[in-house]
Nanobody
Framework: QVQLVESGGGLVQAGGSLRLSCAAS????????MGWFRQRPLTERVFVAA????????DYADSVKGRFTIARGNVKNKVYLEMNNLRQQDPAVYYC??????????????????WGPGTQVTVTS
């Protein structure tokens, strides 16, 4: 099983930036496809971004394209989500997820078998 721990969440003004980190352990990180999802209260968890196991392919939700960037730090066994120009629709708990069979960047939450506890992102006006 993969253990995932997110960090980097917090309070930021609209238009500002945050970088989320997710540390992975328990499996060879190079074999994991990774993703970020987010969830607001009383709503479903939704896809934000994903990266393939080799880092060659990424995928983004339309709502974050051009503002968010997902990247792997294979030496540190981490995946990052750089969030720029944060908007009022971005506040949520952000979750890191892993697919232990690796492969492509996937947007379907059901394909991910391991999840972190989440980190809260709050955007103020």
């Amino acid at each position: 099983q993969v253990q995932l721990v997110e960090s980097g969440g917090g309070l930021v003004q609209a238009g500002g930036s945050l970088r989320l980190s997710c540390a992975a352990s328990g499996r060879d990180f190079g074999n994991l496809a990774m993703g970020w999802f987010r969830q607001r209260p009383l709503t479903e968890r939704v896809f934000v971004a994903a990266v393939s196991d080799d880092g060659a392919k990424t995928d983004y939700a339309d709502s974050v394209k051009g503002r968010f960037t997902i990247a792997r730090g294979n030496v540190k066994n981490k995946v990052y989500l750089e969030m720029n120009n944060l908007r009022q629709q971005d506040p949520a708990v952000y979750y890191c997820a892993a697919i232990v069979t690796g492969g492509l960047a996937r947007s379907n939450a059901d394909t991910y078998g391991s999840w972190g506890p989440g980190t809260q992102v709050t955007v103020t006006s």
